[in-house]
């Protein structure tokens, strides 16, 4: 993967200007996708606005000033992701990464330490001696049982990732969408539509009064009566 990252071809989620320059910090290879992800820098200097240049982001860094899901980060190209919590405890700032209506990343404020993480699982294995291995959606991979099924949702503590709750894909459960036109909605799931062939599954969940229709890939279950993590506000 090349260092570099002009700003005209960075990924459509990066809420950037295209043409001010033609070079914009990379991510490094790391626990996202590039497509759904953006590097530390950019956060600290573009989305908090709490430095000017990339010289003195580093700087911010380097003092240990910011933590990722509870753990520091200096690494100006470290890729931050759906649902890592971004914080500053010397300026009492907390921060959840979701996707907005528009489909740009953006940080949602918390008003306290939220130091417990939501992953969904992508998908499971069998590996040597039986155990079962649950990869998420941010790389993690861990062990786990055998009532865990892709499309559930993990209750992980911040830093150790030690799994706090499961939650699981049925209907009734509560579920944020983190892709397509209905973004940033929470509600509850209604109904899943398994969809033959190469389609993907559709789902319908019920925020209000209305009920909207999206892909599975984009619900991400949160509670069962409740959301189980502080979604935030937009900033």
Known sequence: MSGHQKRVAAPKTWSITRKTNTWIVNTNPGP??????MPLA???????????????????????????DGRIRKNPKFPV??????????NKQYYRMLLSPKGKLELRSLDNPDLKKLCKITNKTTIKGGKV?????????ML????????????????????????????????IIVGGKHS?????IVKKRVVRGSGLNVVTVKTGERELETLEKYVYVIGKDKPEITVGERD
Do not use: C
Not at 81 to 90: K, M, N, R, T
Not at 184 to 188: A, F, H, N, P, R
């Open 32 to 37: 996202h996708n590039k497509s759904l992800s």
């Open 42 to 68: 950019l956060i600290v200097r573009d989305m908090l606005k709490i430095a000017n240049t990339l010289n003195e982001t580093k700087k911010i860094l380097n003092a240990e000033n910011v933590l990722v």
């Open 133 to 141: 291995q649950l990869n998420l959606h941010d790389g993690t991979n």
């Open 184 to 188: 940033g909605e929470t509600g509850s």
């Open 144 to 175: 786990g049982e055998e009532g865990y099924a892709p499309g559930d949702s993990l209750i992980l503590s911040l830093p150790d990732k030690n799994i706090v709750k499961h939650l699981t894909f049925e209907e009734g459960s509560m579920a």
């Open 81 to 90: 992701g759906l649902f890592d919590v971004v914080a500053i405890p010397e």
